[in-house]
């Protein structure tokens, strides 16, 4: 089952830490990594060394462009994040919160966490791809952690969740519909984002990039199926075309 848990490392710009990962994830039963834009060679030495012997994880690493690509096929995506904003702190989980979660919804299909670039993290417009953000408790003092300890605190957690259900969960859905795919998520999330604009939904609004966020974050927590996701596409669908025929 842990199979289908995808680890996705966004611009990474440190070789010993992209190592330290795969050595992390191969410790605790993980071995799909997938690499968006890194800022450094894959098999550079340091990597290689660092990985010691899980060089099995790092040679199978993926690496694509952009963070969708990333996400593909999955059910369910995560954002690991350490910025303290008022939205990230009312939505975020807990890794351990988190960890349960995906274990849930793994039956249905693969789960991706993802963390972001060393220094700065995961941007606002970036947690637009993400169903939910994760935090871990740190000490307000010094809250952002090394990467590699990111990702080995939520695999950790990850692997308890699971040793926990016996790998017996039901499906999360339970209603016999496959979920729907991030790809098909995203295409809802532009429509629906895309209608909402057109009948004024954001004008005014102090933040209406927040607002996005917080009915990515309500859409996010659905588990919607694929019929469901198709009939609120067809909604916002309707809702465009209403827009630019009621005044003919």
Known sequence: MLERVRIV???PTGPANVGAVCRG???????ELVLVAPR?????PEAVGFAANAGHVLRS???????????????KTFAATSKAGL?????????????????????????????????????????MHFDYVVTIPTDEAYPALNLASAVVIVCYELRRAWLASGEAAPPAAARG????????KQILF????????????????????????????VLG???????????????AQQIRWYTEHRSR
Do not use: K, W
């Not at 450094?40 to 550079?44: D, N, S």
């Not at 690493?61 to 059910?75: E, K, N, Q, Y």
């Not at 939205?87 to 789960?111: D, H, K, N, T």
């Not at 429509?191 to 990515?216: I, K, T, W």
């Open 221 to 235: 927590r659905a588990d919607l199926t694929v019929n469901e996701a198709d009939i609120l596409i067809g909604m």
């Open 40 to 44: 450094c060679e894959l098999m550079h």
């Open 87 to 127: 939205y990230r702190r009312q939505a975020a989980l807990s890794a351990e919160r988190a960890a349960r979660r995906a274990i849930e919804l793994l039956p249905e299909g693969p789960c991706t966490f993802v963390f972001g670039p060393e220094r700065t993290g995961l941007t606002t417009p970036e947690l």
């Open 177 to 184: 519909e496959p979920l729907a795919s991030d790809e098909r």
């Open 9 to 11: 490392l966004v611009e």
């Open 61 to 75: 690493a993926r690496v694509v462009d952009s963070i969708p690509p990333a996400l593909s096929g999955c059910v």
């Open 25 to 31: 994830m191969a410790n605790l039963g993980f071995s």
């Open 190 to 217: 532009e429509r629906l984002f895309d209608a909402l604009e057109r009948v004024g939904f954001f004008r005014g609004q102090q933040s209406p990039e927040h607002l996005r966020l917080a009915l990515r974050r």
